[in-house]
C-alpha cells in the first residue's frame, strides 16, 4: 500500500505530488495538440518533476527537502504560466496557495505566496479590468488570510498534542513513551552508524523518607527542581527522560562510557550542590555504554544495575557498567523497545 506506515508528512507529499501530476496531464497534452510549445513544455516539466518527487518520496521517505522543491515548483509554474497567458491563468493561484500552506511552515508559506502575489500583481495590473483585478486580488488575499489562520491553529494544535504524549506533565522531562521511541531510534541509527552512545539511569537517594517527612506536594516541587538543576546541566545532545516515580533516564548520543561518566559525575555535584533548594535530597546514577546486538532493555538494565550499585556504596555516588552482563530481573521481561 503507497500510504501504508508513512509520516503524515510523507503523505501529504505522495498526495499532492500525485494528484498534482495527474491533474496537469491532460493540460499538458492538450497544449501539444494544440501547438502551444511554450505552454506544452511548463506543463510537461510541471508533469516530470511532481512524478518524480512522488517517486522520490515514495522510495526513501524523506519529506522535507522535498515539500520545499514541490512548494518552489508550484509557485514557479504559477507565475510563468500567468506571464505566458495572462489572466485567464489566474484561477491556479487558489490551488497553489493551499497547496504551500500545506508543505511548509505557516510563516514560511505566507511569506512566500504573498511574494508570489506581488510578481503577479505587476504582471496583470494593467492587463485586467480595474473591478476584475481588484476582485481577484480580494479573492486571493482573503484565502490566504483564512488559510494562514487555520494553518496556525492546526499547527499549534499538533504541538499541543505532541507535548501531551511525549512530556512528562510533573516535570517536563520527555515521558517513559518519548524515552522508547528515542532508545528505538538510537539502535537503528547504531546499526547504520556505529558511534558509541551511552546512558545514565539516576535515582533520587531516600525519596520516601521526604514525602514521608515533608508530605507529597514538597515531593512534588522537589521532584520538578532536580529535573531543573539536571536539564541545566546537560548538553544540547543529551536527552532526559522521566523513567517512573524518582527514576530519570539521561541519553546521551555520541558519547563514549568516559564521557557519559564525566557528565553522570557533574550531575551529581549539581544536585548535591542545590542541596538546600532541594531538603538535601541526592541522587545515585548509573552508567552504560551501548554494547552492539543489545536491547534498549537489556542496555538500560545494565545502568539500573550499576545505579543499583551506587545506592549500595552509601548512596550520592555513581557507578559505571564496564562489562556487558546480564540485564537486571526488572528488565528481562519488558518486550519493547527491541532491536
Ligand atoms: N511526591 C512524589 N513522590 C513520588 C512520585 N513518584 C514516586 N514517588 C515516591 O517516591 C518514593 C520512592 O520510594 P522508594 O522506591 O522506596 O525509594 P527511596 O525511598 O527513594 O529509596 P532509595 O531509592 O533506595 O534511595 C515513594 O515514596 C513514591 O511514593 C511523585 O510523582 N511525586
Redesign the pocket.
Known amino acids: 500500500m503507497i500510504f501504508r506506515d508513512r509520516s503524515t508528512e510523507e503523505w501529504i507529499l505522495l498526495s499532492i505530488s500525485g494528484l498534482g501530476a495527474i491533474s496537469i496531464l491532460p493540460f499538458s497534452v492538450l497544449r501539444l495538440i494544440e501547438e502551444e510549445w511554450l505552454l506544452a513544455a511548463l506543463d510537461s516539466f510541471a508533469v516530470v518533476a511532481m512524478a518524480s518527487i512522488f517517486l522520490y518520496v515514495y522510495l526513501t521517505g524523506r519529506a522535507v527537502l522535498m515539500a520545499h522543491l514541490l512548494s518552489l515548483i508550484c509557485l514557479l509554474v504559477l507565475v510563468v504560466t500567468v506571464s505566458l497567458k495572462g489572466a485567464a491563468q489566474t484561477y491556479w493561484t487558489y490551488p497553489a496557495v493551499l497547496v504551500v500552506f500545506f508543505l511548509l511552515r505557516p510563516a514560511l508559506a505566507l511569506a512566500s505566496v504573498l511574494l508570489v502575489i506581488a510578481a503577479l500583481t505587476t504582471l496583470l495590473v494593467g492587463e485586467m479590468p480595474p473591478l476584475i483585478f481588484a476582485a481577484f486580488l480580494l479573492s486571493v488575499l482573503a484565502t490566504i488570510g483564512f488559510t494562514a489562520i487555520f494553518a496556525w491553529r492546526t499547527r499549534a494544535h499538533k504541538e499541543q498534542l505532541l507535548r501531551l504524549a511525549t512530556k512528562d506533565p ?1 516535570t517536563g522531562a520527555g515521558n517513559r513513551r518519548a524515552m522508547e521511541e528515542k532508545l528505538l531510534e538510537c539502535l537503528h541509527s547504531y546499526q547504520r552508524t556505529p558511534l558509541p552512545m551511552s546512558l545514565i539511569l539516576l ?7 521526604v ?1 514521608d517527612k515533608f508530605g ?1 506536594e514538597e ?2 516541587r522537589i ?1 520538578k527542581a532536580v529535573t531543573r538543576c539536571i536539564q541545566q546541566r546537560l548538553r544540547r545532545i543529551d536527552q532526559l527522560y522521566r523513567f517512573g ?2 527514576e530519570f533516564v539521561v541519553i546521551t548520543e555520541n558519547t563514549s562510557l568516559r564521557e557519559a561518566g564525566l557528565l553522570a559525575e557533574a550531575l551529581r555535584q549539581e544536585v548535591a550542590d542545590a542541596s538546600a533548594e532541594l531538603n538535601a535530597v541526592t541522587i545515585s546514577l548509573g552508567v552504560a555504554q551501548y554494547h552492539p546486538g543489545e536491547t534498549g532493555y537489556e542496555w538500560l538494565g545494565r545502568a539500573d544495575r550499576c545505579m543499583y550499585q551506587a ?1 549500595g556504596q552509601g ?1 550520592n555516588s555513581l557507578c559505571i557498567c564496564n562489562q556487558p552482563d546480564q540485564a537486571t530481573e526488572r528488565y528481562k521481561d519488558l518486550g519493547s523497545p527491541t532491536k
Not at 203 to 209: G, H, T
Open positions: 510533573l535515582d533520587l537517594d531516600n525519596f520516601k523518607a514525602n507529597h515531593g512534588d521532584l516515580g524518582e545506592k548512596r
